[in-house]
């Protein structure tokens, strides 16, 4: 009866909507992320990208006026998401949704977008079925396949032959081990052991133990940015798998900027592989890193998250000037199918059938800069990485 009762207010509102919406000057975006709580820092870096955007380019799409609202789920909770969307979609008359943080939430939020006609662009959720539960998504962040993928052969070129997989228990973790392991195992190496933690894990010694006990010679390694990143690398740290020779390879969200400065000396020389470092060289990144620091406040706390969103913004600005501003989710997709632009990260493109950001895929080591901060130097490109997610797919 409740989803009877949504799907009535939704059409109600569209409806009512319309004709005023049409003539309206303000085109509303609402963007869910966790403003709050242990992940915060994520959608504060949500909103410095966003803000950077406006920032260099402004808030307007012709005669159009853009407006984001917020909406705050600070961990993750597809209840709360959809929840969340709904009333922004009912009470707000938002034309886009965007944010998306964790995969539960994004994938929430599926169902409902083609009774609402409004179209979602995801800043960060990584798996890769997201894309394909609607015809109205559309992603400008990355997936863990993606990031994944390129690590077999950075570990394989290195003359591993043996590594233990650790991952959180939920969609990208299990995504990440299994490209890694796909990759790995097709050039010759062997996955000894595969481990999924509970996304609540935060006493990480015995995992570290069970590592020991592999005989791996090295642990790939997936848990979502934030505070179970930053422990499970001081674990490792702490537990000697670093001085007993163990190598830790990842995605870059166990080396996000913002962690770097609490790991310090102890992730010097760790390599991983991502779509985006803050210290990547390039004059649209330079610009992009001064506008999103100004907006964030502290230079330390941007991350990967905001360049997504900048791009994001970007992506929904196409889309506003391809439907003149009129609510149309579908020609608003259709708009940018194909579209190619060099963002920060270098240059990207959505795939036209799968709706996918295209990207350069970066190896990056941790490295010391001479005023003594950490940074992700990038020391190799896998250039124009689809996601190999997708086609693994049943």
Known sequence: MRTRIIATALALALSAGASATALAETVKVGVIGPFSGPFALQGKNFKAGIDAWFATHGNKVGNDTIEVIYRDVPQPDPAQSKSAAQELVVKEKVQYLAGFYFTPDAMAVTPILKQANVPMVVMNAATSAIVTKSPLVVRTSFTTWQTSTPMAKV????????????????????????????????????????????????????????????????????????????????????????????????????????????????????????????????????????????????????????????????????????????????????????????????????????RHITENIYLREVAKAADGTYYNKEIATFEKQDDPGLKAAP
């Open 155 to 354: 570990a394989y070129d290195q003359g591993i032959r043996k590594v233990i997989s650790v991952v959180s228990d939920y969609g990208p973790g299990v995504d990440a081990e299994n490209a890694f392991k796909t990759a790995f195992t097709a050039l010759g190496g062997q996955v000894v052991e595969t481990v999924r933690m509970p996304l609540s894990t935060n006493d990480f010694s015995p995992i570290m133990q069970r590592v020991k006990d592999s005989g791996a010679q090295a642990v790939f390694a997936f848990l979502p940015s934030g505070p179970t990143t930053l422990g499970f690398v001081k674990a490792f740290n702490e537990n000697g798998l670093k001085s007993g020779g163990i190598k830790l390879l990842a995605p870059g969200d166990l080396t996000q900027e913002s962690d770097l400065p609490a790991l310090g000396d102890a992730a010097l020389g760790m390599l991983t592989t991502f779509h985006y470092s803050v210290a990547h060289d390039s004059p649209e990144n330079k610009a992009f890193v001064e506008a999103a620091r100004k907006a964030i406040g502290n230079p330390v706390e941007l991350s990967f998250p905001a360049v997504a969103a900048y791009d994001g913004m970007y992506v929904i600005t196409k889309m506003i000037a391809a439907t003149g501003g009129k609510p149309d989710a579908q020609k608003a997709v259709d708009a940018v199918k194909g579209l190619a632009w060099v963002s920060p990260r270098g240059p990207v493109s959505i795939d036209a059938e799968s």
